[in-house]
Nanobody, 125 residues
């Protein structure tokens, strides 16, 4: 069965860095776009970044552009989110998600069929 397992979250001071990982299994990873979402307490879930199946194309929400980088290793079936210059407002549970369709072009209308369990990121001094 499909599994997505995130790791790498934790407590970091403002200005610090973290790298999140999401290891996938149960499907042909190299055929699907992947995304990172986050949800802060009392807020709606927010799309943070997406990467296409090959890793050659990526999109970011404006609030993280220039600070976060999404990448993937198809051989390792892993998608990453490198987060630099972290701010208190980045505090949230971060989830990776699998695109419903194969070989999708990245768009805001992408749909997802599997989600990881989430990893907590807390940015605080």
């Amino acid at each position: 069965q499909v599994q997505l397992v995130e790791s790498g979250g934790g407590l970091v001071q403002p200005g610090g860095s973290l790298r999140l990982s999401c290891v996938a299994s149960g499907f042909i990873f190299s055929k699907y776009a992947m995304s990172w979402y986050r949800q802060a307490p009392g807020k709606e879930r927010e799309l943070v970044a997406s990467i296409n199946y090959s890793g050659r194309s990526a999109n970011y929400v404006d609030s993280v552009k220039g600070r976060f980088t999404i990448s993937r290793d198809n051989a390792e079936k892993t998608v990453y989110l490198q987060m630099n210059s972290l701010k208190a407002e980045d505090t949230a549970v971060y989830y990776c998600a699998k695109d419903l369709l194969q070989f999708s072009v990245l768009s805001r209308w992408m749909r997802y069929d599997y989600w990881g369990q989430g990893t907590q990121v807390t940015v605080s001094s």
